[in-house]
């Protein structure tokens, strides 16, 4: 029994060891992410991280545009996130190529976790695309979890910079 014990507790504190209260404002949504970084009603405005930056996406040099998500969230939400996916969706369908969908998560929570999370994410928004006739056979989803961040402060504003999904146009196979 005192075996066992040790072992939960020897557990316990192993997982904890690297990452350690973290606070959330789970009333963020997605829209209040991209609301912050507006740009007088233009809907493909992204995270910057300060509002001094250009706005526009200087990631992608493709001119498709970050989805961005609350924390622990998946599901596409907000009429700035629907409406970069619209507009996303029409710049591939017109490119004739294919897209990489590549979910991203925030720091917090176990590398399998943020995995899971950021395919779902991806999942999510493949599935917006596709209902705006983008074919399925031309979306590649991949899922990075918390080992690509845009932003490696340790901020809130930070982390929600880190919860999205990116676009990369990617060239169509034979």
Do not use: H
């Amino acid at each position: 029994m005192l075996f066992i014990g040790s072992l939960v507790i020897a557990m316990v504190i192993s997982g904890c060891s690297e990452k350690s209260d973290v606070e959330v404002d789970e009333s963020t949504t997605s829209g209040d992410i991209q609301d912050s970084n507006s740009n007088n009603g233009d809907t493909n405005s992204t995270m910057s991280g300060d509002s001094s930056e250009n706005e526009y996406n200087t990631e992608n040099t493709n001119s498709l545009y970050s989805v961005y998500f609350g924390f622990d969230k998946f599901i596409v939400e907000g009429n700035k996130n629907i409406d970069t996916i619209k507009n996303n969706a029409k710049l591939i369908i017109n490119s004739g190529s294919n897209v990489r969908v590549e979910g991203n998560t925030d720091e917090w929570g176990s590398d399998e976790y943020n995995y899971a999370l950021a395919l779902k994410r991806a999942s999510s928004v493949k599935d917006a695309l596709i209902g705006n006739n983008v074919p399925s056979n031309k979306i590649e989803l991949v899922s990075y979890g918390e080992s690509k961040p845009k932003c490696t402060d340790k901020t809130k504003q930070c982390w929600k910079e880190n919860r999205r999904v990116d676009f990369v146009l990617t060239p169509t196979t034979k």
